[in-house]
């Protein structure tokens, strides 16, 4: 009996170092991990990110419907998470990585969107014909959205807030920016600012997606290979 418990108490620490491993990668490595490793991890995480912003930019671009809505920046997420996986780095990390990756894609579409109106836009007064608003943003602040037409007084099939002011009134005329190919849909003007500085609201979430998966795959590091069930005897 007392053999054992001795045996089940030896093999806990062996359990949890496992555990961890599992969850957070093994790291068997002491002291700095390995250069090549970091390289590689940053690597992978550069490449992924540049994927998932390149293709919603050229989707935008080019007018590719699927694109530019951050389905391929999806594909590439799911493709980062399919790598992670495959070199065994620790489920908690994959799982950081697969939520920042995600958020990435789904914020990209209206930057890449703010980048083609930047580069190619042209800007002309319109008319507002209905103001509604009052509904609340994300920042908590009453958002207005204003129908307009254009100077042939054809209306626009989408409604401007960029510009759309609580003392906006019907018969006003407000500045709009639109896509001389047609690709990406008219918005307010609201302010100046490059085409780069219409993709820097993503930097944060790109160094986020970049660390995070050198991290995990810095941490994904063995020196051993990993234990693997043993074959049935024929």
């Known amino acids: 009996m007392r053999r054992g418990r001795h045996s089940a108490l030896a093999a ?3 359990l949890m ?4 491993g599992m969850v957070w990668g093994p790291a068997e490595f002491v002291g700095l991990p390995p250069i090549r490793l970091t390289a590689k991890g940053f690597l992978a995480g550069g490449l992924a990110a540049g994927a998932i912003v390149g293709s919603t930019v050229a989707g935008a671009w080019y007018g590719i419907t699927g694109l530019a809505a951050g389905e391929g ?5 799911a493709l980062l998470v399919s790598y992670l ?6 489920r908690a990390l994959v799982g950081v990585v697969a939520v920042l990756a995600v958020c990435l894609a789904l ?12 580069e190619r836009g ?5 008319v507002v014909t209905a103001v509604d608003g009052g509904s609340a943003d994300v920042s908590g602040r009453g958002r207005y959205l204003c129908s307009v037409i254009d100077r042939n007084g054809v209306p626009m099939k989408v409604r401007i807030w960029r510009g759309c002011e609580q003392t906006t009134r019907p018969g006003d005329a407000i500045a709009v920016v639109y896509d001389v190919k047609g690709r990406v849909p008219p918005r307010g003007v609201e302010g100046g600012g490059s085409a780069l500085d219409a993709l820097s609201g993503l930097g944060g979430w790109l160094a986020g997606l970049v660390s995070a998966c050198a991290v995990a795959v810095v941490r994904s590091y063995r020196l051993s ?3 693997r069930a043993p074959r049935p005897s024929l």
């Open 122 to 126: 042209r800007v002309e007064n319109v």
């Open 17 to 20: 170092v496992r555990l961890r």
């Open 73 to 77: 920046g999806l594909v590439c997420a």
């Open 12 to 14: 806990e620490p062996h």
């Open 85 to 90: 996986c495959g070199v065994r780095a620790g």
């Open 225 to 227: 290979a990993p234990d």
């Open 107 to 118: 914020q990209t579409p209206q930057a890449a969107a703010g980048f083609v109106l930047a």
